[in-house]
């Protein structure tokens, strides 16, 4: 589920463990230049409990694919739609 107000991506939540995953990128940063403008996120509640930075989107999706089974190639090219162009570069 993609959050506008966040910029992030919402995966696998667990009503049993009450956790999940997020994919958030950091639009700012990446107009400044700065690395790591993905960021992986576990949250709780709405509350991020864990975070891992990733210099691109190739790396946060392997994060992701650490927690729970992910066709990275699948996903890559679903996520590319959701980047501002400007930010694909980033990517």
Known sequence: MFDATENAIRYKWDP???TGFKLRFDAEGAAKGGHCCFHVED???RTV???WPC???DEALEV???FFTLDCKKERERL???LPAEYRDAA
Do not use: K
Request: aromatic share 16%.
């Open 16 to 18: 049993r463990t009450w």
């Open 43 to 45: 949250w709780n509640c």
């Open 49 to 51: 409990t864990s975070e």
């Open 55 to 57: 210099e691109d989107l």
């Open 64 to 66: 992701l694919n650490h």
């Open 80 to 82: 590319n739609s959701w």
